[in-house]
C-alpha cells in the first residue's frame, strides 16, 4: 500500500513539475500579469499556497490509503 501512495505521489510531484515548467514558457507571453505579481513578490505567496494545498492533498490520500489497507486487512479476517 505504501508503494502504491508513493508511486502516486510520485506521479503528482511530476505532474506538478511539468505543469510549472509549462507556466513558466507562458511567463513570456502574458508578461503584464506575471509582472505585477512579481514585482510585489505575491507569486512567491501564490506558490507557497499551492505547495500547502497540494501537500495537504496528498497527505489526505495517503491516509485515506492507510485506513482503506487497514479495512482491507480486517474485512480478510
Request: aromatic fraction near 10%; include cysteine; charge should be positive.
Amino acid at each position: 500500500m505504501i508503494n502504491r501512495a508513493f508511486s502516486f505521489c510520485l506521479t503528482l510531484t511530476l505532474l506538478l513539475v511539468s505543469v510549472l515548467a509549462n507556466a513558466q514558457q507562458q511567463d513570456t507571453e502574458h508578461g503584464a500579469l506575471n509582472q505585477f505579481f512579481r514585482s510585489n513578490d505575491k507569486i512567491y505567496v501564490i506558490v507557497g499556497v499551492l505547495v500547502i494545498i497540494f501537500l495537504g492533498i496528498v497527505l489526505f490520500l495517503i491516509n485515506l490509503d492507510r485506513k482503506i489497507s487497514k479495512l482491507e486487512q480486517r474485512d480478510k479476517k
